[in-house]
């Protein structure tokens, strides 16, 4: 089992992930935003993060900053989540691991979350 942040202030969405990856058999938290997600860090081992490209208070692109600035966080793969095109993400933050285009399907989260999680957390596997 993997514990997966989810970072998203679409209620919707988050509350979809949430349904979706607990399903498949693991541990999720969720966050409304880039600051709230980097509190739940400090306080939580995660092995992957969904995040939101655009968010009020910290967006995403400045959490995957602070998350690469610190050691403790920097080895956790991010995956970016936007309407925006990916070139449009890329242009304004590095270093993630995976891209979703909203709307996604549910068989692209799976997929890259049994892509990008370590071995032996992923359930079906």
């Known amino acids: 089992m993997a514990t997966i942040l989810v970072v998203d202030d679409e209620f919707g969405v988050a509350e979809l992930l949430e349904a979706v990856l607990s399903e498949a058999g693991h541990r ?11 509190e739940m860090l400090a306080n939580e081992r995660v092995d992957l993060v969904f995040l939101d490209f655009m968010m009020p208070v ?10 690469t600035a610190d050691p403790t966080l920097h080895g956790i793969p991010v995956v970016f989540m936007s309407s925006l095109p990916e070139a449009a993400v890329a242009e304004r933050a590095s270093g993630y691991a995976g891209f979703l285009r909203k709307p996604f399907r ?9 892509r990008l999680l370590p ?3 992923d359930p079906a596997r």
């Open 119 to 121: 071995a032996g957390t």
């Open 28 to 38: 999720v938290l969720t966050a409304i935003n880039g600051q709230h997600g980097l």
């Open 58 to 67: 910290m967006n995403g692109a400045m959490m995957l900053q602070a998350m």
């Open 106 to 114: 549910i068989s692209m989260v799976l997929g890259i979350a049994a």
